[in-house]
């Protein structure tokens, strides 16, 4: 119901094609820089790329495997991609990971849909609560995800320590080990992490295709809300990730931040703006089979980027849309 709603109220916004463009004024060639393969984001940015190329923003797009959000800004930072995807508290960091490229402003197109934290164990493991990963062996994200940034802060807004001791982390920590989700779901169901962070849409299919072997529970981290919002701003919120979600996993409440649809602010004025129309007029394209659609917004929630400033030609956009 929320998918049919969100592409038929967007559709109503606009006529039934895209701004005309010919061969001469769009690109020859788009990248979006996407995610690990079996999470949201590479789902999504294929979806997009390929969209992009059927309704001719672009002569050619495609999406490309990355580590996550960080690594995503660092993409467009270098000039190696036209789009990213990534999390609102990443893209909100100053100088994302400073990792090379000529520094370009990082602009948004908009708030595509919102990112769920989860945090996986086994049910045989006895945590309940985060409070029991002390002593725990975690696995964080892969270096440049836009988990391994914000597992860190859940960590240290429940009070507990980190360290890279999986042997022998001390009294009040949890050791960390930079997996990303699918070397994470291997050690979790090897034995050898005892929880996996990971933020993404829900449900995300490897997470789904684990729990067909083993037996996981998700964490309630909604708790630690009050402490992140106090040391880190409004940008987190309370999300529920629904029973049904993952089978045999009751529904459990989480941290939820945004997701974002990035560009350098020197992507040109025709193609942001046609880029935005697809978002809008051709929403229905762009959600993943796997998705139960909670996670995408409404129009109006496009333009809620949580700070990260919009293109002016998307805003431009958005205005001609919304008055």
Known sequence: MLKSAFAVGLAALLPPSLSSCTGSDRPENLVVAGGEPGGFYLEFSTLLAAALERHGVAAHARAVATGGSLDNIAELRAGRAAFAVALADAAGQAGG??????NAEISAIGKVYENYVHCVV???????DISGLTGRRVAVGQPGSGTSLTTPRLLEAAGLGTSADAAAPSAGTAAVENLGLNDGIAALKAGTVDALFWSGGVPTAAIAAAQQEV??????????LPELRRRFGGIYDRVLIPE???????????VGAPNLLLCRRDLDNGTVERTVQLLVHSAAELIPQSTLGVQFLSAESLINTAGVPLH??????????HG
């Open 122 to 128: 086994r049910k045989d493991s006895g945590i309940r």
């Open 244 to 254: 049904g979600s993952y089978p045999g996993i009751p529904a459990v409440w989480t």
């Open 312 to 321: 002016p030609a998307a805003a431009d956009a958005y205005r001609a849309l």
């Open 215 to 224: 037996a996981l529970g998700l964490l309630d981290l909604s708790g630690l």
């Open 97 to 102: 990971d400073g990792a090379g490229g000529d």
